[in-house]
């Protein structure tokens, strides 16, 4: 597929987006489940795996998927991607899907998968990215700034990467200002330095590079003056964030929900905060306990089923993630809600009685407490926290106690809390950062 072509086909997808955002839920549940039969059939045709899956739900070549049907598939678990590997790979694509492109996880969740595509179904998510940036006012001709970690290197401190353009074709038929990247191997003051050097209208990076950036940023008595807006992704974005970005940059804080496997999966509403599920290209189910869809306010595990992946079929593929389902959105949309994202299942906190929790620590006020350079909260036991804290100098035993009172404020559960003091805090292999997470089995 030549660039002009995929310009158009992103222009034209697009287009089609844009009325497709306010089709009624049933219309929109009516075009998943025709283009859930169209991937279904593929998979019962030309990946073997699938075929006897398929049919002892019931669901073959000519028939009817409805949602009993589809409920009766078993899930598919990031387990059975990891080991089945090829087994999955269909052995035709249909011409005018493109090519076949592979991604690999980074084993954030120690086991690393990996996933093929096509070209034609990456287009549809950047059509969706673009639509996502005119849902939430983006100009385009403004400077666009990235921080994230990037696996291959380059991209460092002192100057970061340089480009003209934003340099996606997300963003056509518009043109664009310039761009910039910085690999955050560098420390925060560093970071920080580099963002105000540049001078972005906008920032992409991960929730904890960017408290991490306004902690510095506070503590320096410094801001970033130009900079509107700052995108969220690759984490869990913690609730007390947004709030002290406006407050300290005067910037607003925007999410957006993705996974390695499927891409993008919902993005924020731009009225009213709500996570819009991307139902056009995939299909979200989130589950409790029993397999059954989850009611607005319940929270359960994420399952998706990407409706144009024709190189890889994931039917009923469970992410590992944790989200709270919501009710329809104010603003109009049809695009089903997720109200939260919780995380994944090692970011769950089990109190002793069973009960699951997703803790917020408000991280970013414990500077008023005590020094705190970075903390992590790990569930070690199931009476028991670990408060693993990187400080500026050794904390009084007074400052040591209110801050393990605002800890326990904000818990479930009377845990018994321990402090461990660590020279750094590592992230993950994909370079991403973790405020809370357990070492239960689950």
Not at 99 to 125: E, F, K, R
Not at 145 to 165: D, W
Not at 177 to 204: F, H, I, K, T, V
Request: proline share 7%; charged share 25%; aromatic share 8%.
């Amino acid at each position: 597929m030549s660039d002009t072509t995929s310009l158009d086909t992103v222009h034209r997808l697009q287009l089609s987006l844009a009325d497709s955002q306010w089709w009624t839920p049933r219309r929109l549940r009516e075009h998943q489940f025709e283009s859930l039969g169209r991937v279904a059939e593929h998979a019962w045709r030309t990946v073997p795996y699938y075929r006897t899956r398929l049919e002892a739900a019931g669901i073959r070549p000519g028939g009817v998927i409805d949602p009993e049907r589809w409920a009766a598939l078993p899930i598919l678990t990031r387990r059975e991607v990891q080991e089945l590997s090829t087994a999955l790979h269909s052995d035709r694509v249909p011409r005018g899907h493109g090519q076949v492109v592979s991604n690999a996880s980074s084993g954030s969740t120690g086991m690393p998968v990996s996933v093929l595509g096509t070209t034609y179904d990456a287009l549809i998510c950047k059509a969706q990215t673009l639509r996502f940036h005119l849902w939430h006012e983006y100009d385009f001709e403004r400077k666009y700034a990235t921080i994230r970690y990037l696996p291959e290197g380059g991209a460092t401190y002192p100057e970061g990467l340089h480009s003209q353009r934003w340099g996606d074709t997300a963003t056509y038929p518009f043109r664009t200002g310039p761009a910039c990247l910085l690999n955050p191997e560098a420390s925060a003051d560093r970071q920080l330095e580099w963002l105000r050097r540049q001078e972005p209208d906008y920032l992409m990076t991960y929730p904890s590079l960017l408290r991490s950036l306004l902690i510095e940023s506070e503590a320096a008595g410094v801001g970033a003056p130009r900079l509107l807006k700052v995108l969220c992704t690759g984490e869990s974005l913690p609730e007390d964030l947004p709030g002290h970005c406006q407050e300290i940059w005067g910037a607003q804080v925007i999410d957006l929900y993705s996974a390695m496997e499927v891409d993008q999966i919902a993005a924020q509403c731009p009225e009213h905060g709500n996570y819009h599920v991307q139902s056009e290209r995939l299909l979200v189910e989130v589950l409790d306990d029993d397999g059954r869809p989850c009611r607005p306010g319940e929270t359960g595990r994420v399952v998706v089923t990407p409706l144009f992946n024709y190189a890889m079929p994931l039917l009923r593929y469970e992410l590992g993630d944790y989200a709270e389902v919501g009710e329809a959105c104010a603003c109009g949309r049809g695009l089903p809600v997720l109200r939260r994202i919780r995380g994944r299942v090692r970011n769950t906190l089990v109190t002793p009685d069973g009960r699951r929790h997703w803790p917020s620590f408000g991280t970013m006020g414990f500077r008023k407490i005590a020094p705190v350079i970075q903390s992590q909260f790990v569930q070690v036991a199931r009476d028991r926290i670990e408060c693993r804290l990187v400080v500026a100098r050794p904390l009084s035993p007074a400052e040591e106690t209110a801050l393990l009172a605002q800890v326990s404020a904000r818990l479930p559960w009377p845990f018994d809390l321990a402090v461990a003091y660590m020279d750094t805090l590592p992230r993950d292999a994909g370079g991403k950062f973790e405020d809370f997470r357990s070492e239960l089995a689950t």
